[in-house]
Every structure is written in C-alpha cells, then in structure tokens.
T-cell receptor, first 113, second 114 residues
C-alpha cells in the first residue's frame, strides 16, 4: 500500500522568504506524485505533478518540486513567498497499478508580512 | 468549461438521519471520485465511479454509498448519520479512470451532524 507523510502541519514564512513544504511517500512500485493547493472554502487545485521524465517539475504560481526517488521525497519549493500563497497544501501519490490517490494530511502555509 | 459543481454547499443534519450529496463533473469527464476531508485526517478516499460502475472503494462503513448516472453525475448517500460524519465532502472528476489523470475538485459540501 502507498502512504504520504507531510511532516509539517503548519509552516510560517515571512513574505519574500523562500518556502519549502516537505512530502515523503512510501510505495513498493513506481509512483505518480502531485501537489494540490486549497484556499479557504474552495476545492483543491493542482499545482504540479510528476508522472515521468525530468525529476524537477515546475508548476503554477512559481512553485516547483523535485522528485528524489532515493529519498522517497517530493518537496515543494518557491523562491519567494507572496501573501496570496497562504493556503493549505496537499501532497498526493498514486501508482500505475492502483486506482486511487493517497493524500497527505496537509500543510498550512502562513505568510507573515 | 464549467468546473465541478457540488450541491448543496452546506448541510446540517441530525444524528440518525440520512443525507444525499450531488456532484456534477466537468463536461466530458467520466470518472468521479469522492473524498471526506476532516481536520487532522486530510482527505480520505471514499469511492470512485466510472461509466456508472464503482471501480474502487475506500475503508468506510457500508453506511456510505454512491452511484453514478449515465450523464456521469454522481451522488453519495450517508445513512444513519453519526457525529463523526461531520466533514467536508469533496467530489473530483477526471476524463478517464486511472491514477495518472489529474483530478479536478469541486468546492465541496460541508456537512454538519448535530
């Protein structure tokens, strides 16, 4: 079975400071990896995804993530935080042999002016 | 294209009652999945429907059920509501079934059980 761990439930950063949200997964087979963002009172929106190929994936709003198979990680980063980045972020994993997505418990990003 | 719509957006029910939630996927999408979101638990997968057939089911009791219609719209039903069923229920659609396809989420239905 697959699982996802988001190590930090809350991450505060100052405006214009770099952001890193951590995600680790466990799986015995090849994985697909996703990051979603959820703004208050809204559904989830896809930020970026890794299916295959380049391990450095660029997404919307200046976010990117790097797939590190040896570390079973897929951390989300952004060079400079904006106030509008404050939201809940979810990491998710799926596999080509499974039929469902497994989500982490989420990381709440707070941006301090 | 219109996004995924869910109705109602908010619902208050009493323990023991039952509830039906509705989801209309993006036009052309044939796969619909349902998730329960609670603080601290994140998103828990309920079930997935494709072409009116349930393809996969999460670890929820039989009180949770669903169905999909020929137009891909989906409903989920929770019978004999418990306080612990209070949550945000999210519906997501994708063009086809399979874990490689991005899921497009609706805004959710917030269910409160008193």
């Amino acid at each position: 079975a697959q699982s996802v761990t988001q190590l930090d439930s809350q991450v505060p950063v100052f405006e214009e400071a770099p952001v890193e949200l951590r995600c680790n997964y466990s799986s015995s087979v090849s994985v697909y990896l996703f990051w979603y963002v959820q703004y208050p009172n809204q559904g989830l929106q896809l930020l970026l995804k890794y299916l295959s190929g380049s391990t450095l994936v660029k997404g919307i709003n200046g976010f990117e993530a790097e797939f590190k198979k040896s570390e079973t990680s897929f951390h989300l980063t952004k060079p400079s935080a904006h106030m509008s980045d404050a939201a809940e972020y979810f990491c998710a994993v799926s596999t080509n042999t499974g039929n469902q997505f497994y989500f982490g418990t989420g990381t709440s990003l707070t941006v301090i002016p | 294209k219109a996004g995924v719509t869910q109705t109602p957006r908010y619902l208050i029910k009493t323990r023991g009652q039952q509830v039906t939630l509705s989801c209309s996927p993006i036009s052309g999408h044939r796969s619909v999945s349902w998730y329960q979101q609670t603080p601290g638990q994140g998103l828990q997968f309920l079930f997935e429907y494709f072409s009116e057939t349930q393809r996969n089911k999460g670890n929820f009791p039989g009180r949770f059920s669903g169905r999909q219609f020929s137009n891909s719209r989906s409903e989920m039903n929770v019978s004999t509501l418990e306080l612990g069923d209070s949550a945000l229920y999210l519906c997501a659609s994708s063009p086809l079934a399979g874990a490689i396809y991005e899921q497009y989420f609706g805004p959710g239905t917030r269910l409160t059980v008193t």
